[in-house]
C-alpha cells in the first residue's frame, strides 16, 4: 500500500486493557466505521507470535478497506502478518535496521520526543513520524516531557516528513493540532477507552473536517 499523508488523520493506536471490553478486533472494527484512517497495534507485552496472530485479525477484519495497519515496536511481527507497516520508537532498533527487515514497500514511523530525533530522522527510511506527547496522559506511563502545541509546531517545522501527534488528544484540541501543521491525531484512550468507539472516532473525524483550511 502506497503511504499518503492523509491516512494519519484519524491514527487509533490500541491498547489491550481500554480495548478489552469489546475486544481488540471489534473495537477497531467500530472505529474504523467510525472514521478512522490508519491502526497501530500496541501491545507491550505480547510476544512476535501474539502480535502475528492479532495483526492478522486485524488484517482480515479491515480487508476492503483502505486504512493501513501498522505494528508498534515488532518489524519481525509487520512482516510475518504481511500488514502495512511498523511503528518504532527512540528507544527500538535503529530505523536502518527497521527498514531492512520491512523492506522497502512497508511504511515505517518513528517517534520523536526532541526537535533533534526529528532533524535526524532520515525521510529516505522513514514514512512519517509520531510526534510528542502533546500532554501528559496516563496511557503511557514513561512518556517523556509533554511538548504542548508550541513544542509540536516547531518539531514539525523541523522535517518535511508527515507527522501526528499523539498524547492526551481530544476532539477539542483538533484546531490546535491542525494549526501546529500536524496531518493528524493519534489517540488511544479517547477511542478505545469509550463504550462506543464508532462515535467517539465519528466526533473525532467530524471536527478534523471542521478543521480543514
Ligand atoms: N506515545 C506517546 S503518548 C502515548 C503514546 C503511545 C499514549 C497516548 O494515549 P492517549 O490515551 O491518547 O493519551
Ligand atoms: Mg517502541
Redesign the pocket.
Known amino acids: 500500500m502506497r503511504f499518503h499523508r492523509s491516512q494519519l488523520r484519524l491514527y487509533l493506536?490500541t491498547d489491550p486493557q481500554l480495548c478489552s471490553r469489546l475486544g481488540l478486533v471489534e473495537t477497531v472494527r467500530r472505529a474504523v466505521a467510525g472514521g478512522v484512517t490508519m491502526v497501530q497495534l500496541?501491545d507491550k507485552d505480547a510476544t512476535t507470535a501474539e502480535r502475528v496472530a492479532m495483526a492478522r485479525a486485524l488484517k482480515q477484519a479491515l480487508a476492503g478497506s483502505a486504512v493501513p495497519i501498522v505494528v508498534n515496536d515488532d518489524v519481525t511481527a509487520a512482516r510475518e502478518a504481511d500488514v502495512d507497516g511498523a511503528h518504532i520508537g527512540q528507544g527500538d532498533i535503529s530505523v536502518a535496521e527497521a527498514r531492512g527487515v520491512l523492506g522497502p514497500d512497508k511504511m515505517l514511523g518513528l517517534?520523536c520526543e526532541t526537535a533533534r530525533a526529528v532533524a535526524v530522522a532520515d525521510p529516505g527510511l522513514v514514512d512519517y513520524l509520531g510526534l510528542?506527547?502533546v500532554f501528559a496522559?496516563a496511557?503511557?506511563s514513561d512518556?517523556k516531557t509533554p511538548i504542548g502545541f508550541a513544542g509540536l509546531a516547531q518539531m514539525i517545522k523541523v522535517s518535511a516528513l508527515p507527522a501526528v501527534a499523539?498524547?492526551?488528544?481530544k476532539t477539542e484540541h483538533a484546531a490546535e493540532i491542525r494549526a501546529s501543521g500536524a496531518d493528524g491525531m493519534a489517540?488511544?484512550?479517547?477511542i478505545c477507552g469509550t463504550a462506543d468507539p464508532e462515535s467517539a472516532a465519528r466526533a473525532f473525524s467530524r471536527r478534523n473536517r471542521e478543521c480543514e483550511i
Do not use: C, F, Q
Not at 499523539?166 to 488528544?169: A, S, Y
Not at 489517540?187 to 479517547?190: K, P
Open positions: 493506536v500496541r517517534s510528542g506527547p496522559t496511557t503511557k512518556h499523539i498524547g492526551g488528544l489517540v488511544v484512550s479517547a
